[in-house]
């Protein structure tokens, strides 16, 4: 059985309609409640600003698919984030790593497979 990194949330404290907010992991909540699971092991990020929400989920969304799948607004997205300087390089770096160590932690000795430098070869 392969290994799948858990679906990432925030805990959402300044609205009473919601608790948590998905980041990453959607299609693999998605398939566990069709197969009939209550629920999920997740990653908390508490108290995380929109900023590194977001962040989160387009780091997720570039570890996973290549940037030709991405649709035209989320590549503009992607570069106008990555590129504009919109986040401090060294917080960015922190959360590519922490999301490459979940993505690859049932193969530590193999390199990634997927992720932006990779992409970039």
Request: proline content about 7%.
């Given at each position: 059985?392969?290994?799948?990194?858990?679906?990432?949330?925030?805990?959402?404290?300044?609205?009473?309609?919601?608790?948590?907010?998905?980041?990453?992991?959607?299609?693999?909540?998605?398939?566990?409640?069709?197969?009939?699971?209550?629920?999920?092991?997740?990653?908390?990020?508490?108290?995380?600003?929109?900023?590194?929400?977001?962040?989160?989920?387009?780091?997720?969304?570039?570890?996973?698919?290549?940037?030709?799948?991405?649709?035209?607004?989320?590549?503009?997205?992607?570069?106008?984030?990555?590129?504009?300087?919109?986040f401090s390089q060294g917080k960015r770096?922190?959360?590519?790593?922490?999301?490459?160590?979940?993505?690859?932690?049932?193969?530590?000795?193999?390199?990634?497979?997927?992720?932006?430098?990779?992409?970039?070869?």
């Amino acid at each position: 059985m392969e290994f799948s990194p858990p679906p990432i949330v925030r805990r959402i404290h300044d609205d009473p309609g919601y608790e948590y907010e998905m980041l990453a992991g959607h299609n693999r909540m998605n398939a566990g409640m069709q197969a009939g699971l209550e629920g999920t092991w997740c990653l908390v990020k508490d108290r995380l600003s929109d900023a590194d929400a977001l962040m989160y989920v387009i780091e997720t969304n570039l570890l996973q698919r290549s940037f030709q799948d991405l649709l035209p607004s989320e590549r503009a997205a992607v570069l106008a984030m990555r590129y504009l300087n919109m986040f401090s390089q060294g917080k960015r770096n922190d959360i590519i790593e922490e999301l490459r160590r979940l993505e690859n932690s049932d193969r530590p000795n193999e390199p990634p497979t997927c992720g932006t430098e990779f992409h970039n070869r």
